[in-house]
């Protein structure tokens, strides 16, 4: 039988409700919508691509958080130069850091730590209860946009996500490289399942122009975007080159700098 026959009707005693697409999400509280930020495997840039999102929306006015959901590889305080820990209000909620520059509320794992640099080695059930804290216990306040990075592959993590927060669609991250777009597959079939609206891919790593003649070179082989666009019915929201500068944003922490009005654009007419 399937789940759908098995079910009882009763969510609160149901043992498949952690993967179950109908599964009753939460309220949004005072956050407006939610985006989350995806790739089927590790090493696309995802994290980059949600900060940069975040990044975009501020810039246009908005009022917007990050949480990190990558419990156990965070680098959302790195990427924007955050070290400071959240604070507590007499409620026992979770007060979240702001960015210096455009005031993005930051939630991440890292910044719990009393070593940054320690691993987070924990089994899946401490990593879903963590990620349900930081949406359920984290006063995020009035959000124009909250931007979940989502830990990397299709297993507890990001299910928990799609299960504890209510999604209002998703970004799913890629590289040229074939092997990333086969992979693409995985990500937007686990939406599909969620019921969570992919709302485009992102190219990460796209391509490299010449900054002396502007030639462009596929450092990572050519573009699989249409074939993706195709084969999912969706659409390809930027394609992000790689650059010098924002390598060296992303070490500095000052990624908020970032100033490539073209991708930041396309980013958020993406999701608009």
């Known amino acids: 039988m399937d789940q759908e026959n098995q079910c009882s009707g009763s969510c609160d005693s149901c043992s498949s409700k952690e993967s179950c697409p109908d599964f009753p999400k939460p309220t949004k509280k005072d956050v407006c919508k939610v985006i989350a930020v995806g790739s089927g495997k590790g090493g696309v840039g995802k994290s980059s691509v949600a900060a940069l999102?975040?990044?975009a929306l501020a810039k246009r006015g908005d009022s917007v958080g990050v949480l990190d959901a990558d419990i156990t590889g965070p680098s959302i305080p790195k990427l924007f130069g955050i070290t400071e820990r959240p604070k507590g209000d007499e409620s026992g909620?979770?007060?979240?850091?702001?960015?210096e520059k455009l005031g993005i509320s930051i939630m991440s794992m890292n910044l719990l730590l009393d070593d940054p640099k320690a691993p987070v080695v924990w089994r899946g059930p401490l990593i879903g209860g963590v990620v349900k804290q930081f949406w359920d216990d984290v006063e995020w306040g009035k959000l124009d946009w909250l931007v979940v990075d989502l830990p990397p592959g299709t297993a507890d993590a990001p299910l928990t996500v799609m299960q504890t927060i209510a999604l209002d669609g998703m970004v799913i991250v890629t590289t040229p490289q074939e092997l990333s777009a086969l992979i693409v597959g995985k990500q937007a079939r686990l939406a599909e399942m969620m019921k969570v609206p992919i709302l485009g891919i992102v190219e990460n790593m796209s391509y490299v122009k010449?900054?002396?003649c502007g030639e462009i070179l596929?450092?990572?082989?050519?573009?699989?975007?249409e074939e993706i666009e195709?084969?999912?019915?969706?659409?390809?929201?930027?394609?992000?080159?790689?650059t010098d500068g924002f390598a060296a944003m992303a070490d500095d922490g000052t990624i908020e700098s970032f100033s490539d009005e073209a991708v930041l654009g396309a980013l958020v007419d993406g999701i608009l």
Do not use: D, M
Request: hydrophobic fraction near 40%.
């Open 210 to 212: 010449c900054p002396k």
């Open 53 to 55: 999102l975040a990044v």
């Open 218 to 225: 596929n450092v990572f082989g050519p573009s699989h975007s």
């Open 93 to 99: 909620k979770i007060i979240p850091p702001k960015t």
């Open 230 to 242: 195709k084969a999912f019915g969706i659409s390809t929201i930027a394609k992000i080159p790689v």
